[in-house]
């Protein structure tokens, strides 16, 4: 009965044509650095920022979310969601200076911060458990797609007009998203309007945010003896900790952490974290490589990092419909082994490895990724009780983005310390040769640091379970 109010597609389309023009100018800027550089006659942990402070602002608001899940309807959210992203892409498409530019950054990610967390509740909400791998799916294809075609965008749109047009061509597809929305978007949430506190919001977003911005900084320039690094990062661990101690002790808590009494979506949520750590830090390690060690321009780079991920959305519906019939285990396990063991290969790539075997490994690194990152996701989230499916989603796309930033972090930084190591054992360390075996050993070390994240992540995949869903009489009396 419920299910035949809802219009599910239209509602899908609207969130799901949203949800990917965010992604896509999430990375597609990242190509687009060098070029900004030059135009805006900036260094290069200035131009960082214009990707840290996306991330940042997703790393604050985003646990916000399952808190305006409840105050506001989900037409709202949605309307408020697209203006804000609508109007974001508007002013960075015009932007003529640095400044101008990193806030329309900001206002950007604040519209795609409303949006991630809307989309996954919606979702699990119109959606019958027993067809939520596949709907999950789309979500994974939209997720993934578009930050794998957001590089080779760019590069042409570099190539032939300018960096501005990333955001012109994003702007007409989020203006059909919101009008789509406006006429067919439903409500699907009850709003409860629980009490505000504004201590939660506080701690959550000193937490949150110290702790993405002490690893984006540490992954930059600064290093982690740099007292910014230092001081930003305690404070960040400080304010969680009292954080977790006030959810804990509240009655009504901004974010449920009795959502980490299910097992099953605690594994789940260590699963995702790792796939996010091991996807963000190869795309960025990736474009570097094919960049500086092998003299590849940002539109080849793009192409060649292509192929992996089309494959990588496609295979996402396919593993979605498989975890429906078979459950997370037969996915989950031999996807993390084969991430292990494809990243075991990055770690011997050198200045003069084959595009074949580039385009290879990393169509084979996308395929274990979405073999472990939906099934293992949406397993968690079915263990959850219906009430807590906004406490779930805000959780599970706070600590994605907490882990994207750790990752990239520790990613560069072994990267450079690796490449300094090899530089301090040679005699003429201006010499181009030892600058491109230095930087070749800095990436193999990136690497072999994704092989150990996927080894502990294959050690936890044993004792993934399916979750029987038992709340399905619950669903259909709401």
């Keep these: 009965m419920e299910e035949r109010k809802f219009r599910t597609i239209p509602i899908l389309i609207s969130l799901l044509l949203s949800g990917f023009i965010g992604m896509f100018s999430e990375t597609a800027l990242n190509v687009a650095l060098s070029d900004l550089m030059k135009v805006l006659d900036i260094t290069p942990s200035t131009a960082q920022w214009l990707t840290t402070a996306y991330l940042l602002t997703l790393g604050i608001l985003v646990p916000i979310s399952g808190l305006l899940l409840q105050w506001f309807t989900t037409r709202q959210l949605f309307v408020a969601a697209l203006c804000l992203s609508i109007l974001g892409t508007f002013l960075a498409a015009i932007s003529p200076t640095f400044g101008f530019l990193l806030t329309a950054r900001v206002v950007q990610a604040m519209g795609t911060a409303l949006l991630l967390p809307l989309m996954f509740n919606t979702i699990l909400v119109i959606i019958?458990?027993?067809?939520?791998?596949?709907?999950?799916?789309?979500?994974?294809?939209?997720?993934?797609?578009?930050?794998?075609?957001?590089?080779?965008?760019?590069?042409?749109?570099?190539?032939?007009?300018?960096?501005?047009?990333?955001?012109?061509?994003?702007?007409?597809?989020?203006?059909?998203?919101?009008?789509?929305?406006?006429?067919?978007?439903?409500?699907?949430?009850?709003?409860?309007?629980?009490?505000?506190?504004?201590?939660?919001?506080?701690?959550?977003?000193?937490?949150?945010?110290?702790?993405?911005?002490?690893?984006?900084?540490?992954?930059?320039?600064e290093g982690w003896s740099n007292p910014k690094v230092i001081i930003s990062l305690v404070a960040g661990v400080i304010a969680l900790g009292l954080f977790v101690f006030r959810q804990l002790s509240m009655k009504q808590p901004m974010i449920n952490l009795r959502a980490f009494k299910y097992p099953m979506f605690v594994v789940g949520l260590l699963m995702v974290l790792i796939c996010m750590m091991v996807i963000l830090s190869a795309m960025l390690i990736l474009p570097m490589y094919l960049q500086q060690g092998q003299n590849y321009s940002a539109f080849k780079a793009g192409l060649l990092l292509l192929p992996g991920g089309l494959i990588n959305g496609l295979m996402s519906p396919l593993m979605g419909r498989l975890f429906d019939k078979y459950g997370p285990k037969w996915l989950v396990i031999p996807g993390l082994v084969i991430i292990a063991v494809s990243l075991w290969f990055f770690s011997s790539i050198t200045a003069t490895s084959t595009v074949i075997f580039v385009i290879v490994l990393h169509s084979a690194l996308m395929i274990g990724v979405s073999m472990v990152f939906m099934p293992a996701q949406t397993n968690g989230i079915n263990q959850l009780p219906m009430e807590l499916y906004p406490d779930g989603t805000a959780i599970m796309n706070t600590l994605q983005q907490v882990a994207g930033a750790i990752g990239t972090a520790l990613a560069v930084s072994i990267m450079t310390a690796g490449s300094k190591s090899y530089l301090s054992g040679v005699e003429d360390p201006q010499n181009p040769v030892h600058l491109l075996a230095a930087f070749t050993q800095g990436v193999q070390n990136a690497f072999i640091f994704g092989m150990i994240i996927a080894f502990a992540g294959l050690i936890l995949s044993f004792f993934i379970k399916r979750v029987i869903i038992q709340h399905k009489s619950q669903t259909s009396m709401h």
């Design 128 to 221: 019958a458990p027993e067809k939520r791998g596949a709907a999950m799916g789309m979500i994974g294809l939209v997720i993934m797609v578009a930050p794998a075609i957001g590089p080779t965008i760019a590069g042409l749109l570099i190539e032939n007009l300018s960096w501005h047009w990333i955001f012109w061509l994003s702007l007409p597809f989020l203006i059909i998203a919101l009008f789509f929305g406006i006429i067919y978007m439903q409500n699907v949430t009850k709003v409860t309007k629980p009490s505000i506190d504004i201590m939660s919001i506080v701690l959550s977003s000193i937490g949150f945010g110290g702790i993405v911005y002490g690893f984006s900084s540490a992954g930059e320039a």
